[in-house]
């Protein structure tokens, strides 16, 4: 049973409610979305089939029991599920992060999910797969990548008219280099809004397009 594989790295967690905790990153090949600000192209075909023992094999050489699954979209291949499966008996932690228009209503619920809600700036709202929000779990996290104003007040009408503020953790990122992180943050604070303002830690600490970190 085997999975194709774009890359797998021990970095730091930078985008999420993780962030700053070393992990390994596990990184899946394909993605079914083009995202006007997608930082990940490279995982959109490049990768390699590696049996799924052969991936934990590779995972179990960093003495590290956070481990995110991530692409790309990982729920694009079935076998991510098996994976999972895998890790959990090997008693790690996992975290997969979702591009948010595929079903997550088969992941294993010891998983923490992140969902993202594809704002209007991204060109793929039409891709979210609302039936999703009946799934999430109220530890799990759910992100707005912010481009623009437009975005941010797209996100604050989803997030107030399906309550998200008391079903799970909520993110708000800015695009890289398109938006001022302090707009952001005051518009959410003028809107006393219960979100998890939060950048791409690792672009701050290496170059923005340096791979594996
Ligand atoms: S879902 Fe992620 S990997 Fe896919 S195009 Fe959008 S940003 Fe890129």
Redesign the pocket.
Known sequence: MSLKINEIYYSIQGESSYSGLPCVFVRLTY?N???S?????Y?FYDGENLEIKEILKQINSYKCNLVEIT???PLLQKNYIKLIEELEKNDKKVLIET?GSLTIKNISKNTHIIL?LKCPS?N?EHKNLWDNLKYIKKTDEIKFVIGDKIDYDWSKKIIKENDLENKCLILMSPVYDKIDNEEIINWILKDNLKVRFQIQLHKEIWDKDKKGV
């Open positions: 993605c979305l083009r995202c600000y997608c930082d990940t192209e995982a692409g790309g979209e591009g993202d991204s793929m």
